[in-house]
């Protein structure tokens, strides 16, 4: 194969190649009579590899260290492993063609980019004008999109959100706006929280927290000091009693 001919099997460009042989990622293949650079189908594999690699996040200086990695590795295993990462790639492209489905189904305005798991937990929530009930909906919408939430969590959570008690806790949230951080209803409200999500949740919630690095951190400062100490404590109740 020529330059060209490799680069449009893999899906990278030739300029691209060319740059994985000046960083030593991709090494020159040898060369025809007529000086033009004749690739073998270890050269596309290996090809394959960098660019899935740095599709993934990984720098070139990573990548290298993988490549050196796999270096004494069968050709079959390599390949394997490839297409291992392209079922994952089909799966999530699938995963996002069903989030996707739902929406053309629902007319403008009747849907959200959620997960249909996520879609219907929400269906059950009564109406509600709480600022905090609000702020419940677009977290769980964003943790839905980075997959930190599952199925299982929701399912659970299906008759804490049907609950007509939990606006009232929404409520009491609400009026902790203004408070300061050591207000006496900060206690009684975090124990009414959690003594309201059923108990089979805390095994579906990760030993980590349901949430991603750092997201924890930018939920509470959405809220004002006194909700903030609520929502903390809450949240410390979660990854403690999930599973181990």
Do not use: C, W
Not at 62 to 90: S, T, W
Not at 143 to 160: I, K
Not at 179 to 184: E, K, M
Not at 186 to 195: D, N, S
């Amino acid at each position: 194969m020529r330059i060209g001919e490799i680069a449009a099997l893999v899906g990278a460009t030739t300029r691209a190649v060319r740059h994985y042989h000046h960083v030593g990622l991709l090494p020159e293949p040898a060369r025809r009579a007529n000086r033009y650079r004749a690739y073998t189908v270890r050269d596309a594999v290996l090809l394959a590899r960098v660019r899935r690699l740095t599709e993934l996040g990984l720098s070139l200086d990573e990548v290298r260290d993988v490549l050196a990695d796999d270096a004494g590795r069968e050709l079959a295993d390599v390949l394997a492993e490839l297409d291992a990462d392209l079922a994952r790639q089909e799966a999530e492209l699938a995963g996002r063609r069903r989030r996707l489905a739902v929406l053309l189904a629902a007319g403008p305005g009747e849907a959200e980019p959620v997960s249909p798991a996520l879609a219907a937990l929400l269906a059950k929530a009564p109406p509600t004008h709480s600022p905090a009930a609000a702020k419940d909906r677009e977290h769980l919408t964003l943790l839905d999109a980075t997959g930190a939430a599952g199925e299982e969590l929701y399912a659970v959570l299906g008759t804490l959100a049907a609950d007509p008690a939990v606006l009232a806790l929404y409520e009491r949230l609400d009026a902790l706006a203004d408070a300061p951080v050591d207000d006496p209803r900060i206690g009684p409200l975090a124990e009414a929280m959690v003594a309201a999500v059923p108990a089979a949740a805390f095994d579906a919630i990760p030993a980590g927290g349901p949430v991603v690095p750092g997201f924890g951190e930018a939920l509470l400062a959405e809220y004002a000091p006194a909700q903030a100490e609520v929502v903390r404590r809450v949240m410390a109740a979660f990854v403690g009693r999930g599973p181990a």
